[in-house]
DNA sequence: AATAATTTGTAGCAATGGCTACATTCTGTA
DNA sequence: TACAGAATGTAGCCATTGCTACAAATTATT
């Protein structure tokens, strides 16, 4: 059998979770970006309905990532700026890598949208220590 | 601002069509490992109750991509092993690939079934192209 | 063959994330 | 200030994927 017993297991669980690391990276990007952050960015930059955005904020506000006001505009928590970090970080190796095995800027960022929630510490370490390999070596292209 | 317009986009959706895909394979790996593949086998696989799974293999059905009756074991239509192939030949580049960066086979396993969704063709190109390399220029570990 | 155990199906609930339609609040401008 | 337009909120619908509990069918055992 070509995979182990169950080498695939809980692969479609913490859609949401995933959804909480998204919402919280664009939020930080968007504040960087424009200063602040309104529900109509966000429905932009995810592309989807502002309803959607509004529901999935309340959400996020209930598990304390996120600060709001109605009407007002979207702030993150101590504990939301934290997880911001952590995801941009994760985001940036990943992009990073991709580019250095030769994928363009615009298919990495895209890629690594989806690819980052599934990357362990393990292989972003991986990951870093091709980084810090001189490029030359790497021998792609 | 880090990113560009939105590199995001779209990447919160086709979570129904991730877990088609994540079926089919399995279903094909079960057939080759087992002979024939039964709700049970893939409860297991995935770790799910035997309803989540019926009621996927259901659709799954009605899209045309398993064969099945009631009671009967799990089988996949010509479109549905058209699928499985890609889905293999996708999983195991990506798996080779994260071995060959020095990640252990269990977590390449683990990874790679949640990454190879979001592996556009041009990245699994570059993990080809990688992967040609002989093992020594790649410097790794 | 009858009964027990296993497997599969169905009913019905919850959470998540899409949506449209409609109500409300804010903002900007006449 | 009053009104128009833009931004948010709310109600309520759908699909997907989890679940438990219970029903039905299949398989194995006695």
Do not use: W
């Not at 949208?113 to 390999?133: C, I, N």
């Amino acid at each position: 059998m070509p995979n182990g017993p169950n080498p695939f297991a809980k692969t479609r669980r913490d859609h949401a979770d995933e959804t909480a690391e998204d919402y919280v990276e664009a939020i930080a990007d968007i504040e960087v970006a424009s200063g602040t952050c309104r529900v109509k960015d966000l429905s932009e930059r995810m592309q989807v309905s502002h309803v959607t955005v509004t529901r999935i904020l309340n959400r996020l506000s209930d598990a304390g990532l996120v600060a709001r006001e109605p009407y007002g505009p979207v702030g993150l928590t101590p504990r939301g700026l934290e997880m911001a970090a952590a995801s941009r970080t994760r985001h940036e190796t990943v992009v990073s890598f991709l580019e250095r095995i030769g994928v363009s800027n615009a298919t990495a960022e895209h890629d690594a949208e989806g690819m980052e929630h599934h990357a362990s510490k393990e292989t972003l370490e991986a990951m870093r220590r091709h980084l810090r390999q001189p490029e030359d070596d790497a021998n792609l292209g």
